[in-house]
């Protein structure tokens, strides 16, 4: 059985503080790719991030980068020098298999 | 490159009616996936077609039901319309299992749909 938690519902920060959301992914399965997605209130689901499993290198995209600890499971997503246009909820969804499962998203806002 | 679109965007029905939603895919690509979005449920898998052939199926009732056509284009259709059946439905594209690496998933704007 899979299961995908955000635990965080909603977060607060003011422009240009950083922000790490995050995302426990429990699963039997050795070999998996996690994303994060980001939807803003326009409704599209946008890709920001991918990764797999038996890598543990961190990442860093741009302002985007995430911290993969395979014991505990997290895969955590931090945005540097956050944006007002960062709004929107992000979700984490992990991907064993041929299914993508989403986790219940985490409703970011940014106050300028 | 366009993206994935869908149409129509918005739509209206009443209960006891059927739809038919349209996926076009980016171009390339050869899986279609498609996913329920409610607020309640949140985002869930109802099926994915892969070259025609249905390769996956979430845990959705055979009223919802699709199919994908040899230009890649997937049609979902819902019969025999619920109340619940209200939310936004997003079509993804990729292009499956390459050398054994998973691509990542695009999503087209989603259709709304409300049923009266």
């Known amino acids: 059985a899979q299961k995908v938690t955000q635990a965080q519902t909603e977060i607060s920060v003011v422009e240009k503080e950083d922000v790490t959301l995050d995302c426990v992914y429990e699963t039997r399965d050795t070999t998996y790719y996690l994303f994060w997605y980001k939807q803003p209130p326009s409704g599209e689901l946008v890709f920001l991030i991918r990764?797999?499993?038996?890598?543990?290198q961190n990442e860093i995209s741009g302002r985007y980068s995430w911290n993969f600890q395979k014991s505990t499971s997290s895969f955590n997503f931090t945005i540097t020098a956050s944006q007002v246009v960062d709004s929107a909820v992000y979700f984490c969804?992990?991907?064993?298999?041929?299914?993508?499962?989403f986790g219940t998203g985490t409703s970011l806002t940014v106050i300028p | 490159k366009a993206g994935v679109t869908q149409t129509p965007r918005y739509l209206i029905k009443t209960r006891g009616q059927q739809v038919t939603l349209s996926c076009s895919p980016i171009?390339?690509?050869?899986?279609v996936s498609w996913y329920q979005q409610t607020p309640g449920q949140g985002l869930q898998f109802l099926f994915e077609?892969?070259?025609?052939?249905?390769?996956n199926k979430g845990n959705f009732p055979g009223r919802f039901s699709g199919r994908q056509f040899s230009n890649s284009r997937s049609e979902m259709n819902v019969s025999t319309l619920e109340l619940g059946d209200s939310a936004l439905y997003l079509c993804a594209s990729s292009g499956g299992w390459t050398s054994g690496r998973q691509e990542t998933q695009y999503f087209g704007p989603g259709t709304r749909l409300l049923v009266l």
């Open positions: 077609y892969f070259s025609e052939t249905q390769r």
């Open positions: 171009s390339g690509h050869r899986s």
């Open positions: 969804a992990p991907h064993p298999g041929n299914q993508f499962y």
């Open positions: 990764r797999n499993s038996f890598d543990e």
